[in-house]
């Protein structure tokens, strides 16, 4: 038996040609901890006296939820 095919977190976009929205919860998700991210990184560290921690943790979760766009994403026609 063929194991079934993993459903797109993030649909085509449709008139370029880069990713659309999320289109199941799992991608509603990881967008909304990128942004959770974002903001617990204002609530708990000033830019000013962290702007190494805070560049690099915005660079991580960047990286991260664009590895999981292009992974779960509809295939690009």
Do not use: C, N
């Not at 008139?15 to 959770?36: C, E, K």
């Not at 960047?62 to 026609?77: M, Q």
């Amino acid at each position: 038996m063929e194991p079934e095919q993993e459903k797109p977190w993030f649909a085509q976009a449709r008139f370029h040609r880069f990713l659309g929205v999320p289109i199941t919860w799992q991608g509603w998700v990881s967008v909304a901890a990128y942004f959770a991210v974002l903001v617990g990184l204002q609530i708990f560290f000033d830019p000013d006296e962290h702007s190494a921690i805070y560049a690099v943790t915005i660079l991580a979760a960047t990286v991260v939820l664009a590895y999981i766009f292009i992974s779960r994403s509809e295939p690009l026609i």
